[in-house]
């Protein structure tokens, strides 16, 4: 049936009706008529069996409520197969073309629904009691109230339902109640009146809350869509920040300022942390991560961890252990989603630990294996259980350990294992500290060339210093600086560049770096993944990555599905430390830090 006027919900204000709603908005108030309609048959069946047997005790032939529970029996799988029908095709069609199709096809079992809940009074009317034909009257009533709520969000579904229902019974009542029915009659025509005012009620708190919802995901993605548009200009100055302060930091002579010091690396340190949490959560919200299940080493995704956080802990007084199944552990993830997630997890520890260490683990759990980030820090209290994984919370003692956090680091926890399809959980003691975990289904036997994952040591990291050459190809001044001041702290020979053009022209001249990292970005309107793969192609013997400040892109996911290293800014100083640890030579040249983790390098395939 088509949308009518009679469907518009009054209020207050402008009405509300379907045309205020997307045709999403409509089929999702269609499957809760529908999911009402399919549970009242089966109702119905349960119902009639009460009745049945109180007529057969009234020494009454049962043979016509038999046959009316038999029809609702039937009707009960006829309707369950065309709604599962529909939640089949609801899947995979277009909201519009399931509303046109359907709407039509659930009033029709409305209307059938209701019209054979009229027929026991036909039934029985000469020979059943006041007292059988009076419950019958209140459970259909009843029934009738029910359906005023959860069948009201498609208005007219409810109104095919009580008419011939409600409607059918009331008419009936003159036979029904043939001494009474001038008491009975008006209290029934009362109950349609409240039934109908209590379902326009109802519908138009179902409407609002349609409209309501789709406001929410509108300024939802606004918002994403400005985080977006805005994450690499937020992203640079901070980017650069954490590199000079690194390099300053490396060369500073000053015993007066190495409080100071120490104070702002861990600012740009928790900014860092912050935007990238604020930026990952909001690409998960907006649907824009690709989930690509595969066979992952979890030995290496741990030790990369590791890897990129010793250095963090070992400045905070904390002890960093790893502890690993000894004949390996691979399980079914997305490699991204949960070394981000494990990196989430142990910065929260680092973070709200003030003595003794942190352990990751991993553990075999039935058929799986868990992922666990114990530490011996605040623990968290068992009223704040139910909302540690949700945006923006901390509980209270967190303020008084770390007062940078933003309460974002679980939540992008719980929405990368959501989309894993891993669980996750935790187990903490207020005031001695916290598990939390993340458990995968084990992988099946595969061939060792298709696990994914980083093998890597986890020995302790010495101070970098390397030789080698480095070509950066950045458009902004200040970030191709700190690159620079970083790399020169770091023992290395570096170039820094703002164009492709001048990256070639620095070739031809002879200069042949050892690791080249180009910005995605270009203001010369280049594409930075081409130049990466031009640059590599002429440098055979060289390593390189893109460098990011965007979330995502085509020309990333590209990137990366080829093999290529995608950095994200701002990019900590210990990523770029273990990922030059693993390309470059020490100064004896004994090969790659035998301190980092092997990260894999970008050249061209």
Not at 517 to 545: I, V
């Amino acid at each position: 049936m088509p949308e009518r006027d009679e469907e518009r919900s009054p209020g207050v204000g402008k009405e509300i009706g379907y045309a205020d709603i997307s045709p999403a908005g409509r089929v999702g108030l269609l499957d809760v008529a529908f999911a009402r309609i399919n549970y009242g048959f089966g109702a119905m069946v349960v119902v009639s069996l009460p009745f049945i047997a109180w007529y057969i005790h009234l020494d009454q032939n049962p043979l016509g409520l038999v046959l009316w529970a038999a029809w609702y029996f039937v009707g009960l799988l006829v309707v369950r197969w065309l709604y599962r029908r529909y939640q089949r095709e609801r899947t995979e069609g277009l909201p519009e073309v399931i509303w046109r199709r359907w709407l039509p096809v659930v009033q029709g079992i409305a209307l059938v629904y209701g019209t054979s809940m009229a027929v026991p009074p036909l039934l029985t009317a000469s020979h059943a009691t006041f007292a059988f034909q009076l419950i019958y009257m209140a459970t259909v009533a009843a029934i009738v109230a029910g359906n005023s709520v959860h069948s009201s969000p498609v208005l007219s579904v409810f109104r095919c339902f009580l008419l011939t229902g409600w409607g059918g019974v009331t008419m009936l009542v003159p036979f029904s109640f043939p001494d009474h029915w001038h008491y009975v009659l008006p209290l029934a025509l009362l109950h349609t009146l409240t039934m109908l005012r209590h379902s326009a009620i109802s519908h138009r708190f179902f409407l609002n809350n349609i409209v309501l919802q789709e406001q929410a995901e509108k300024a939802l993605y606004d918002k994403n869509l400005f985080l977006t548009t805005a994450s690499h200009d937020l992203r640079q100055p901070v980017h650069a920040m954490g590199f000079l302060v690194e390099s300053i930091s490396r060369s500073n002579r000053d015993p007066a300022l190495d409080g100071p010091l120490r104070d702002l690396r861990e600012s740009v340190h928790s900014a860092t942390q912050m935007f990238n949490a604020l930026l990952d959560l909001s690409r998960i919200e907006g649907g824009r991560v690709q989930i690509k299940t595969e066979a992952v080493d979890l030995a290496g995704a741990i030790a990369n961890v590791a890897t990129i956080f010793r250095e963090e802990a070992r400045s905070r007084g904390l002890a960093l252990r790893v502890h690993l199944p000894a004949n390996g552990a691979v399980a079914v993830a997305d490699g991204t989603l949960l070394r981000q997630s494990l990196g989430n997890l142990l910065h929260n520890a680092l973070r709200y630990t003030r003595q003794g260490g942190i352990l990751l683990a991993v553990r075999r759990r039935g058929g799986g294996w868990r992922c666990e980030v114990w530490d011996t820090g605040i623990g968290i209290a068992t009223r704040d259980g139910a909302d540690i994984f949700s945006p923006f919370f901390r509980n209270e003692h967190a303020w008084d350990v770390d007062s940078a956090g933003h309460g974002l680091g679980l939540a992008v926890v719980a929405r990368c294992s959501a989309m894993m399809g891993a669980r996750y959980g935790f187990l903490s003691r207020e005031g001695k500290g916290s598990c939390f975990w993340i458990r995968l289904d084990a992988a099946k036997a595969v061939e060792p060339h298709a696990i994914a994952g980083l093998a890597a040591s986890t020995g302790s990291q010495a101070v970098p210093h390397w030789s080698g050459a480095c070509l950066v190809v950045d458009d902004d001044p200040l970030v191709r600086s700190a690159w620079q001041t970083l790399m020169q702290s770091w023992g290395l020979q570096v170039a820094c560049v703002e164009s492709g053009g001048q990256a070639l022209h620095l070739l031809e001249s002879g200069f042949k770096p050892d690791a080249v990292f180009c910005d995605q970005r270009l203001r010369s309107g280049e594409s930075g993944f081409e130049l990466l793969c031009d640059l590599l192609e002429r440098l055979p013997d060289a390593s390189g990555a893109m460098i990011s400040g965007e979330l995502d892109s085509p020309e990333l996911a590209e990137a990366e599905e080829q093999g290529y290293l995608v950095l994200r800014k701002p990019v900590e100083p210990t990523e770029l430390q273990a990922v030059l640890g693993n390309w470059l030579s020490s100064p004896e040249g004994d090969g790659p830090d035998s301190g980092t983790v092997g990260l894999a390098s970008a050249r061209t395939p």
